[in-house]
């Protein structure tokens, strides 16, 4: 008899143990994808969980995300020369030539705005184990953003801090609610993304500025 559950996707299901909602707080720095940092702790132990941080690479913006204690877990990469704003997140735990691509987010149209992303991840916490591809949904409304399945099951809500002494500095705060049973560090992946979208914009915003000035 089939299950009535719905499906949760997951990619590293370690991160999906907790039975009730879960709750995270996220600072971001950096003004570029190269320095951008992002240190996500879970509020109920004000322990560490993830840090994202930017790095050179040739010819991409990349962001590595890794574990409390250090381990590299995710590697996010975006070429820059690419008109097709698409970012790639592939397992950190398999050497790099290795890796398969476990997410993509990608911008809808070139200057899209951070949350205007179409995300496809291939999961693997169903049919024992066994991948399978799944299609996310941002939704926004005023301060809350929503990260959904294709069939409307909340993940978790990503929440921006109305401090307006946060505002002024040069971190911004944010919470995540993280839905029971839901892989905390896919939805720690897609606001990777999001914030790596609202730098890349910025940029080639700022880029088409200079060049309509100079003509």
């Known amino acids: 008899m089939p299950s009535s559950l719905p499906y949760v996707p997951s990619i590293k299901p370690s991160y999906a143990q907790h039975r009730n909602r879960l709750e995270l707080e996220a ?6 994808c190269a320095n951008l940092d992002i240190v996500v702790k879970d509020v109920g132990t004000n322990s560490p969980l993830f840090q994202a941080k930017g790095k050179y690479v040739f010819f991409a913006n990349g962001v590595d995300v890794k574990a409390a204690h250090g381990a590299l877990l995710y590697r996010v990469r975006q070429r820059r020369l690419s008109r097709r704003k698409v970012y790639k997140v592939t397992d950190g735990e398999v050497p790099k ?3 398969s691509v476990l997410m993509q987010a990608q911008a809808r149209r070139a200057l899209s705005d951070w ?4 995300i496809h991840c291939t999961s693997s916490s169903d049919n024992g184990g066994q991948p399978r591809p799944s299609m996310l949904k941002i939704r926004t409304s005023h301060d809350t953003i ?7 099951l909340v993940l978790g809500q990503i929440i921006r801090s109305k401090s307006a002494l946060i505002r002024l500095s040069s971190a911004q705060s944010y919470r995540m609610l993280i839905s029971p049973g839901v892989d905390a560090s896919l939805v720690v992946l897609v606001f990777v993304c999001m914030h790596m979208q609202r730098l890349v ?3 080639t915003m700022s880029t088409v500025a200079v060049t309509a000035a100079a003509a």
């Open 27 to 32: 600072k971001v720095k950096g003004m570029s």
């Open 97 to 99: 030539d290795g890796a």
């Open 115 to 118: 949350t205007d992303l179409a």
């Open 146 to 152: 929503e990260v959904l399945t294709d069939n409307g």
């Open 201 to 203: 914009r910025k940029s």
